[in-house]
């Protein structure tokens, strides 16, 4: 009779197991929507005898599917997309400074163009006062487009930095739940894995969204999280936060530190290369660092090249030595210091039109040498034109405007197929838990058979 009720028992652990199991797929059925999930399964595993023949069935674990090395590459995926993303404002900033026309339809490009027309229509009539003013506006035009594309430039760093300051605190929160999460799992059975897993893995995808990470995970279930330059971001249960430290060696923008759970902080701004954060601050140090240079350089060179010319020429009233530009003190700052001189700054008759004091009013010889700077080398050390200069400005970045903009179809495209590949791994197919359920439910069936069964063998045995 003892071995009949064991295999009462097997019966009935049976019973539980199909129950346990269909649970499981009713949970995968009611989720097939849910962003994050995970397809799962129970893991079955015999109970050792005694009883003879054994003691029946239970469920071990839960498994997920998922694949860690693909896991691993969607999260570099994310990466990906995020820095091109985060590149594509500040980025079309600093094209349309540098390029775009505004209200009064000039850019530094057109209102040079615009400076050399003004100079050649005074060459005709060097006397004529309402000509000399439209020299005098142009110049103004010109100095104040650079100075805004200046400024659009500096304004592209600061929205960079802003970003940099806000996703640093992001990824502190990231990284604490994710911290929070791992000791969950470590001490949860595993009925509670699985989801909180899933959760987890959310933070990880937006944690990947700000920084380049990879992630290691042990025996227990809880993982490592490990950051630019190596660094634990995560360990366990430990972590740290990440911070944005205004730095005067910076020039005021903030320098990235990560703060761990000792207070000490570890600089890692220039080991970050992944992610938004990675993205920005290869705009904010290096691209736009080059192009406000470049545009220093540029209106250097302009002012110089113009002054030289102008200075020695001769206005209407036979004053000589004055500057058309402001001429800058050095190259770094010209582009946000150049403007028209005081001295000619509301003064037709300083604009030096002639060579010759004797020859005014009506000596044009200087204004051909203005004009004839237009196509002259006279900037980045007298290799190019000032026109060709700005355009090498404008194609760099145009260039780099272009390349994100593949950049974020291709890595779009990239990251949409590894998400189709988890999605096979780890997304739950409907027509796939229906045959499971209709599996489970078989086996439920038959565990209740052999209980039946059983008890008819027991009553047999007791009416005996």
């Known amino acids: 009779m003892a071995g009949l009720f064991s295999i009462l028992n097997q019966g009935h652990t049976g019973l539980n197991a199909s129950r346990y199991q269909m649970n499981i797929t009713s949970q995968n059925i009611t989720n097939v929507n849910t962003p994050g999930y995970t397809r799962r399964v129970g893991v079955q595993s015999p109970i050792q005898p005694p009883p003879p023949g054994g003691g029946g069935v239970q469920v071990t674990d839960i498994h997920r599917y998922v694949n860690e090395f693909l896991d691993q590459r969607l999260l570099l995926g994310i990466s990906y997309q995020s820095a091109a993303q985060a590149a594509d404002s500040p980025l079309s900033q600093a094209e349309g400074a540098l390029a775009a026309e ?54 592209a760093r600061d929205e960079a930095d802003f970003f940099l300051r806000d996703m640093a605190v992001q990824a502190t929160e990231h990284m604490q739940k994710i911290a929070a999460l791992n000791r969950q799992i470590g001490a949860n059975p595993y009925e509670a894995a699985p989801d909180l897993k899933d959760q987890r893995n959310q933070h990880l995808k937006a944690l990947a969204e700000l920084i380049d990470i990879r ?32 730095s005067l060696s910076l020039g005021g923008y903030a320098e990235i530190n990560f703060v761990d759970e000792n207070g000490i902080a570890h600089p890692i701004t220039h080991a970050i290369r992944g992610g938004a954060m990675g993205s920005l601050l290869n705009i904010r140090d290096t691209l736009m660092v080059d192009l406000g240079n470049d545009l220093d350089q540029h209106a250097f060179d302009l002012a110089t090249a113009f002054n030289a010319v102008h200075s020695a020429g001769f206005g209407l009233d036979g004053v000589s030595g004055r500057d058309l530009f402001l001429q800058p003190a050095a190259v770094a700052g010209a582009a946000q210091a150049i403007a028209i001189d005081p001295s000619v700054a509301g003064n037709p008759d300083a604009v030096a039109a002639a060579t010759d004091p004797l020859g005014v009013p009506g000596d044009n010889t200087n204004l051909h040498l203005l004009t004839a700077l237009e196509n002259q080398n006279v900037a980045l050390g007298g290799t190019v034109t000032l026109s060709a200069a700005y355009g090498k400005i404008m194609a760099k970045i145009g260039v780099e405007k272009a390349s994100n903009d593949s950049e974020i179809l291709f890595r779009g495209d990239s990251l949409a197929q590894l998400e189709s590949l988890r999605e096979e791994v780890s997304g739950v197919s409907i027509d796939e838990e229906m045959i499971s359920l209709v599996q489970y439910q078989r086996s439920y069936e038959a565990a209740a058979k052999v209980i039946e069964t059983t008890n008819k063998m027991l009553d047999t045995l007791m009416n005996l």
């Open 215 to 246: 992630v290691e995970e042990d025996s227990l279930g809880m993982v490592t999280v490990i950051g630019s330059g190596g660094i634990n971001l995560v360990q366990g249960e430990v972590t740290g936060t990440m911070e944005a430290v205004t």
């Open 102 to 155: 505004d209200g009064v339809g000039l850019d530094p490009s057109s209102a040079l163009a615009e400076l050399f027309s003004a100079m050649a229509r005074l060459e005709s009539s060097p006397s004529d006062s309402a000509l000399r003013r439209d020299v005098l506006s142009a110049a103004s035009q010109l100095a104040e487009r650079i100075n805004a594309a200046a400024d659009g430039i500096k304004n």
